[in-house]
């Protein structure tokens, strides 16, 4: 059974910083790219990050410069560490693993953290 755990979600003022965490069971966590995406109220799912098994990573234009997505394939776990946060990075946080071996792609949510920047 796939588990991906959130965790590091909460309340921060403007300009403040969160290190969101994802704790990822029953996959070879190793061979997945693992990536952040977030969902506003009334908007749709959007990418934030991803990470790929190699370690190459991709960023949202919105959160480049300010948000540093890393992996610890010794702990099966990947971070989102969030930096000069703001009022419209206010979302549900999720954690996704993919991977893609053709045709077939395996993909994952977990179940989402909230992150609420206001002052």
């Known amino acids: 059974q796939v588990q991906l755990v959130e965790s590091g979600g909460g309340l921060v003022q403007p300009g403040g910083s969160l290190r969101l965490s994802c704790a990822a069971s029953g996959i070879n966590f190793m061979i997945y790219t693992m990536g952040w995406y977030r969902q506003a109220p009334g908007k749709q799912r959007e990418l934030v990050a991803t990470i790929t098994s190699g370690g190459s990573t991709n960023y949202a234009d919105p959160v480049k410069g300010r948000f540093t997505i890393s992996r610890d394939n010794a702990k099966n776990t990947v971070h989102l560490q969030m930096n000069n946060l703001k009022p419209e990075d206010t979302a549900v946080y999720y954690c996704?693993?993919?991977?893609?071996?053709?045709?077939?792609?395996?993909?994952?949510w977990g179940q989402g953290t909230q992150v609420t920047v206001s002052s």
């Open positions: 996704n693993a993919r991977r893609t071996i053709a045709p077939v792609t395996n993909n994952y």
